[in-house]
């Protein structure tokens, strides 16, 4: 669950916003960061320096980046996640059956984070990527989980996040997303009908072994492809079925 720190340190937060900014800017100079971060050049520049010391911010000519030192911690961080370790394979397998992108998300602080992407020989290209965080609402992805997580926990994704407006099909009324809720649990799958993006159309199933919502497995493809019911069915039936195999995998 999501808590704020008691007594939160400021300059840590100072540092972490730097690496934010880096992330969003794919590097920068020191001046394009002083308007964003609220901070003096000099001040940057010491927590820029002290970050590149430790090895998380490298320096090219006069532009600063994040360093593949975050790599090396995702990479250990998400090795020991049971969805990424017996997901992985049963994702791909979901895209060379059905040609598309296939997904693996899970919950964390709120947000819909992938770890896992595979495609097909149809697959359509998206700005999403391993690491990528989007918002819960409005992707099949996230509402899939938001479905089995508690409702008082669901309370307090949507007063700390919202729920913003992507598309006009997005969800943006609470009632009617708890309604949605209720009707994706009841079958078992949750759809994204351009709810995001528009164009585009995702399925979703929740890896739940014995009921723990672990995160969920989609597929994602133009919406021109879901106009056709019958395969349509199939692949609501070959993402359910790949869900179920995942949590049986981490069971047994």
Request: charged share 30%; aromatic share 6%; hydrophobic share 35%.
């Amino acid at each position: 669950m999501m808590k704020d720190a008691n007594n939160p340190v400021g300059t840590t937060e100072k540092s972490l916003n730097l690496i934010d900014r880096l992330r969003e800017l794919d590097g920068a100079r020191i001046h394009e960061l002083e308007s964003d971060v609220d901070m003096t050049k000099g001040a940057i520049h010491n927590h820029l320096t002290t970050l590149q010391k430790h090895g998380y911010v490298k320096k090219e000519k006069h532009e600063y980046r994040l360093s593949f030192k975050f790599l090396t911690i995702g990479g250990e961080a998400i090795i020991d996640c049971p969805l990424y370790q017996f997901g992985r394979s049963k994702v791909n397998q979901l895209a060379d059956g059905t040609g598309m992108l296939s997904n693996l998300g899970v919950e964390e602080n709120g947000e819909c984070v992938y770890l896992y992407q595979s495609r097909g020989e149809y697959a359509v290209n998206l700005d999403t990527r391993i690491g990528s965080r989007l918002p819960l609402h409005n992707i099949a992805l996230g509402k899939a989980i938001l479905a089995h997580l508690p409702r008082h926990y669901v309370d307090e994704i949507i007063d700390r996040k919202g729920l913003p407006e992507a598309t006009e099909n997005t969800i943006t009324n609470k009632t009617d997303l708890y309604q949605e809720l209720e009707k994706i649990k009841s079958q078992g799958y949750a759809v994204d009908d351009e709810e995001r993006t528009e164009g585009l159309c995702c399925v979703a199933a929740p890896v739940r072994p014995e009921n723990e919502i672990l995160g969920a497995v989609s597929i994602s493809a133009s919406s021109s492809r879901f106009e056709n019911n019958e395969l349509k069915d199939e692949i609501i039936n070959e993402v359910k079925s790949t869900a179920h195999e995942i949590s049986l995998e981490i069971l047994y």
